[in-house]
């Protein structure tokens, strides 16, 4: 056997990753212009089909990258939106409170980190929906909330509805698009190795000296960073919050559908079953208690079935990366640069 | 690789680590599935059934590494062989007599045995089922001489009363001086296969390294 | 003596939530899944009871009977069905599995009764009410001692099933190592059956004195198994009578929370099982397997 020339380069951008992702970022950008080309109705739609891809994207950072099946991220969503609405009782500009109170949920989940990242699977799993309901009951306990009953962003109405709709988009893109890219960064750094091998084998990873909890934690602050914001933006988006309906479960469930249906683990996956979902509230909401049973069946189906998902069992299939966070095997040829 | 073993033979399987000789036990077992091939026992095919069904055909392997329940204790991890066993005269009792230093064990757990007593239990658990043929995997592993030395005068014993075993053995004195036959697998072929006195222990040694090819071709690299 | 009284009401409340724990304990201790449906499976029982009251007019004690069965058979058929296959795939799977299943139970039952509030106190009769006056602040309810007494009934049948007899030893050994279990002649699979089929008639009879002891409605399922499991992490996981203190204990921090203010008695309980988590002992008995 010759030694010397390599059989094999790694490589991390292929031709076609590096087109798609090209156009990734210019659609990103074009997006930018959409509350100027379209109405109102079509803006405030996408806000919530972004607001849907963020949720989708942080649990699948938690559960896809780092394990982490949390049952209980909506007790970040609830704190983002009720932060919001504490820091607006105490004069503060609505869009900066949002971004303020996303960050307070970041801010609160390193404690909280150090609580509930002792445990794995279903403790973890139940544990953070303890958490969810005791910060539910606390907030419907204090009346400058708005207690049980719920409340809503009276500052909202300095801004006209389309202004509200507009700054409200903008956000919520500039948000998806920074944790998109938080994520895409993460990914391609020694983190994104190590949280494979955590998730691979987390005993094993730690003997070789990965930092199983530093990157755990991470995923965990940066998830209750977004569910925060996602959370904020939500108040802006629907006006109206209470605190049955958004620490409610129920947002778990859409989270577990989106990401199961995308691809656990892929990059690209929650994204599509954020859209799949979108298109599914859209048609059949109105119908009730099929809409939810629909939902949690076909949570089960996927989850038996086809448990990576649409995006996943493409990449399997066809060997596609779009976004290029792993690495790819090359055979070397001489005339390649 | 092809492999047949008649009734009441004793074959001793030997081979450097990685060859592939537990494998070919779980298969035989059931626990794996192969990919290709078949498994006949007693003239009828068994490759696709499944696992906890050979046991009531014959099969009984007592695995690497013993795998106790460690929380029963002697008695319960012998009765749970003992439920779905087939008819014939190993019960409790048997087995106490067979390894007489389990009878002051029996109310203890598992997991606060040492290594010998485990391999007993563990043998005694397979042999509950009543076998026709009993697979041993690596049994002296991890045991002082001593023990290995009363562990290998039970199963004399048990190969003397007529019973069919394949055993891997690390200890090629062992092997030869216990088995009848010797079969020799080195990377998931078998690279020797005959009568235990019809080789000498460095004829064996040769097969375990792949010094020696059964298709006669000279060697490939040796591993240190 | 408000405070004995609540602690008493605590207690016998406890049995209830242990009675709730059990069949997720067992179900956790053999197959390693936590079954995030196991609430609305316990109140699918109570409206399966109600099913039963509605074309025969008998006591809802006697109505348990028939659906016990077709409970255990549901269970057996969930675990060959759904989830055997989720084990093979991770820890992950039979997690979204059960939570796919959990919602999907919540709104058929939602769709075949209505969403109102549905009650077995009625139909119990003057049990569901009565009690022992012991003295002028303490009363001891009848069904709360009932349940507490069934509780530790069963935990201690349960417990005696798995340390005496051949199936419940089979059912410890294949929690402690299925392969080893299947090389014996263990059917594995049905094992698993069985201890889901028991977990989910449990659960059947639990969701029958939680109607009885207040009231169900499709959607209670999930408060259900926050309480469940709480009992199950305070007492430890893997110990079936760990699982009895535990719901005893989440039961007296209820009451205990409702006296000082009734708003504050589950939140009392949430912070008792996350104190529970944060102490580095993480329950009150050691984290054992399925054992005696």
Request: aromatic share 8%; hydrophobic share 50%.
């Amino acid at each position: 056997m010759e030694t010397g020339t390599p059989r094999f380069r790694v490589e991390r951008w292929s031709r076609v990753s590096l087109s798609l992702t090209g156009f990734a970022v210019a659609f990103a950008v074009a997006l930018f212009f959409v509350p100027v080309l379209l109405s109102s109705n079509a803006t405030s739609k996408l806000t919530t089909l972004l607001i849907l891809v963020l949720l989708a994207v942080m649990w699948n950072a938690l559960a896809g990258y780092g394990g982490l099946v949390s049952v209980g991220q909506q007790a970040f969503i609830g704190l983002g939106a009720y932060a919001t609405v504490w820091l607006c009782n105490h004069n503060m500009k609505p869009y900066e409170a949002m971004v303020v109170g996303a960050i307070f949920c970041g801010g609160v989940a390193v404690p909280l980190s150090f609580l509930v990242l002792r445990f794995r699977g279903a403790q973890f799993a139940i544990g953070m929906w303890v958490v969810a309901e005791v910060f539910a009951i606390v907030v419907s306990l204090d009346q400058s909330l708005g207690a049980g009953t719920g409340t809503s962003l009276i500052e909202l109405n300095y801004y006209t509805p389309s202004q509200r709709q507009e700054y409200t988009y903008w956000l919520t893109l500039g948000c998806v698009v920074f944790f998109l890219g938080l994520l895409f960064v993460l990914l391609r750094s020694r983190l994104g190795n190590s949280l494979q091998a955590i998730r691979d084998d987390e005993e094993a990873a730690a003997s070789v000296g990965v930092r199983v909890m530093a990157g755990k934690r991470l995923l965990f602050v940066v998830a209750g960073l977004g569910c925060g914001a996602a959370g904020a933006l939500t108040l802006a988006n629907t006006l109206f919050i209470e605190p049955t309906s958004i620490f409610s479960v129920d947002n778990t469930a859409l989270m577990i559908f989106m990401v199961l249906v995308g691809g656990l683990g892929t990059f690209e996956g929650p994204i599509i079953g954020a859209i799949v979902l979108f298109v599914i509230q859209n048609e059949f909401s109105n119908n009730g208690v099929w809409y939810f049973v629909g939902l949690g069946a076909a949570a089960m189906a996927f989850a038996l079935l086809l448990p990576r998902g649409i995006w996943g069992t493409l990449e399997e299939r066809f060997g596609l990366r779009v976004m290029p966070v792993g690495y790819r095997l090359q055979p070397f040829r001489k005339d390649k640069p | 690789m092809s492999l047949d073993i008649a009734e009441g033979e004793t074959v001793a399987l030997v081979g450097a680590n990685g060859a592939g000789k537990t494998t070919l036990l779980r298969t035989i077992a059931g626990a794996h599935s192969p990919h290709a091939g078949t498994i006949t026992f007693d003239g009828a095919d068994i490759t696709r059934v499944p696992t906890y069904k050979r046991v009531s055909l014959g099969i009984a392997l007592v695995p690497e590494g013993r795998k106790l329940f460690p929380d029963l204790t002697v008695e319960e991890n012998l009765l749970v062989a003992g439920k779905h066993a087939r008819p014939g005269r190993w019960d409790v009792a048997a087995v106490v007599e067979a390894f007489p230093l389990l009878a002051p064990l029996l109310g203890k757990r598992a997991s606060a045995l040492s290594g010998g007593e485990q391999q007993a239990t563990a043998i005694g658990r397979a042999l509950m089922t009543n076998p026709r043929l009993l697979l041993l995997d690596e049994v002296s592993l991890g045991l002082a001489p001593v023990a290995v030395d009363l562990l290998y005068d039970s199963l004399q014993r048990l190969i003397a009363e007529g019973a069919t075993v394949l055993l891997v053995e690390q200890d090629l004195t062992r092997a030869m001086s216990t088995a009848g036959r010797v079969v020799c697998m080195l990377e998931g072929r078998l690279v020797l296969d005959g009568r235990a006195e019809s080789f000498s222990r460095d004829e064996v040694t040769a097969a375990y390294f792949g010094l020696h090819r059964r298709d006669g071709t000279s060697t490939s690299s040796v591993p240190a | 003596m408000t405070w004995v009284n609540a602690v008493v009401q605590g207690i016998m409340l406890g049995g209830l939530y242990a009675l709730l724990a059990c069949g997720l304990s067992l179900m956790f201790g053999v197959m390693r899944i936590i079954n995030l449906a196991h609430g609305d499976i316990a109140v699918l029982g109570a409206y399966l009871v109600l099913v039963v009251l509605d074309h025969w007019h008998v006591s809802p004690f006697i109505a348990v009977l028939p659906v016990l069965p077709v409970m255990m058979l549901a269970g057996y058929v969930l675990q060959r069905l759904v989830l055997d296959r989720s084990l093979k795939s991770g820890l992950l799977v039979p997690l979204l599995t059960t939570f796919g299943l959990s919602i999907v139970i919540q709104n058929l039952l939602q769709e075949k009764f209505s969403p109102d509030v549905r009650s077995l106190g009625g139909p119990a009769g003057s049990i569901a009410t009565a009690s022992w006056q012991i003295t002028s602040q303490l009363s001891i309810p009848a069904i709360g001692a009932l349940v507490l007494g069934l509780a530790i009934a069963i935990l201690g049948g349960l417990q005696f099933f798995l340390a005496r007899t051949g199936p419940g030893r089979e059912m410890r050994a294949t929690a402690q190592d299925r392969d080893t279990a299947e090389l014996l002649g263990v059917n594995a699979r049905a094992v698993y059956g069985r201890a889901t089929a028991i977990a989910v008639a449990i659960a059947a009879v639990a969701g029958l004195f939680l109607a009885i002891r207040s009231s169900v409605e499709p959607f209670s399922g999930p408060t259900q198994l926050i309480f469940a499991f709480e009992a199950v992490v305070i007492g430890g996981f893997g110990s079936l009578w760990g699982t009895l203190i535990g719901g005893i204990v989440l039961g007296v921090a209820q009451t205990i929370g409702a006296q000082i203010d009734p708003q504050y008695s589950v939140l009392a309980g949430h912070l008792v099982f996350l104190a529970v988590l944060a102490s580095p002992r993480g329950g009150i008995f050691r984290v054992r397997r399925v054992a005696t």
